[in-house]
């Protein structure tokens, strides 16, 4: 009995991997981010906002078919709830185009267009999923070495920084001068408003989705550099050939929510405390 043939399986293999090296190591990732200096720059804290929405969506749409509202739930499966990005344009476009590749050596997976188009699409969703994990792990990084203190998200962070801020202008609005301000203010910390938190809040949260628009440019090699993206591109593959839609959230979506849900449980836990 002779082995399976395997040399399909190996040449496609070699083709994602020259196809992950050409877009997502250094020089790849920084032409793409090029497409990110324009709208995606506005377009980025909208779809920080819309995050929750696309979470309780793509809940909702198994739930929906399991108890019975197959065709509800698969009206909502396919909402666009992001606004499409500039970025996330260019990425669909190489990924079509390295399918339309892989069309003519043969290599292609069979589905159905609209399932090509739709794996397409939450690929590129994925990857900006990526993107948010690596701005909470430096958002994370920043609380540790400024206040000793977890911060996996702008909630928890924008106390320290808005008490910090408010402590310092304080010092020097001392009318007798900062020196004494210093001591003062060292004895008796300036209260800090709601209005002072809201207003670092909604500054971190602008800043943290520009950082997260070009968090790639980090992330993208890191991920090249260990496999994932190419095991990534694989695993949209298989699932092709097998003409199956992939699943309603990818383990990249959870973990991006997890460190938002964990920013806000941190920041209700502390606000107990006092």
């Known amino acids: 009995m002779q082995p399976a043939d395997t040399r399909p399986l190996t040449r496609r293999e070699t083709e994602v991997r020259r196809f992950v090296r050409a877009r997502y190591g250094l020089r790849g990732t920084l032409a793409l981010h090029r497409h990110a200096l324009g709208l995606d720059l506005l377009r980025a804290p909208v779809n920080v906002m819309l995050s929750p929405l696309f979470l309780l969506v793509r809940l909702a749409a198994p739930l929906l078919r399991r ?9 909502l499966s396919r909402r666009q709830i992001f606004l499409k990005s500039d970025v ?23 589905a159905p267009p609209e399932t090509v188009a739709r ?3 939450d690929y590129a969703e994925t990857r900006n999923a990526v ?7 430096l958002v994370l990084a920043a609380g540790l070495l400024l206040f000793h203190r977890a911060t996996p998200g702008v909630i928890s962070l924008a106390g320290p920084i808005a008490h910090l801020r408010a402590q310092a202008q304080a010092i020097e609005d001392f009318a007798l001068g900062s020196w004494a301000g210093r001591m003062w203010y060292g004895a008796f910390p ?13 500054v971190l949260a602008m800043l943290a989705s520009v950082l997260t628009t070009f968090a790639g440019l980090v992330a993208d090699p890191v991920q ?3 496999g994932i993206h190419k ?3 694989l695993r949209l593959l298989r699932r092709l050939d097998r003409a199956e839609d992939g699943p309603a959230l990818e383990r990249e979506h959870v973990l991006a929510r997890l460190g938002d849900l964990s920013d806000a449980a941190l920041s209700l ?4 405390r006092g």
């Open 224 to 226: 090249l550099w260990t």
């Open 67 to 75: 108890i019975g509202l197959v065709r509800a739930g698969d009206w």
């Open 88 to 110: 996330a344009q260019r990425i669909e476009a190489d990924l079509t185009g390295f399918l339309d590749d892989l069309a003519a050596k043969g290599l292609a997976p069979r």
């Open 269 to 272: 836990w502390r606000s107990f």
């Open 131 to 137: 993107s948010e994990i690596a701005t909470s792990l």
């Open 190 to 202: 300036r209260e800090l408003s709601t209005l002072d938190l809201v207003l670092t809040g909604v």
């Open 231 to 233: 095991r990534r591109v």
């Open 119 to 121: 794996a397409v699409s």
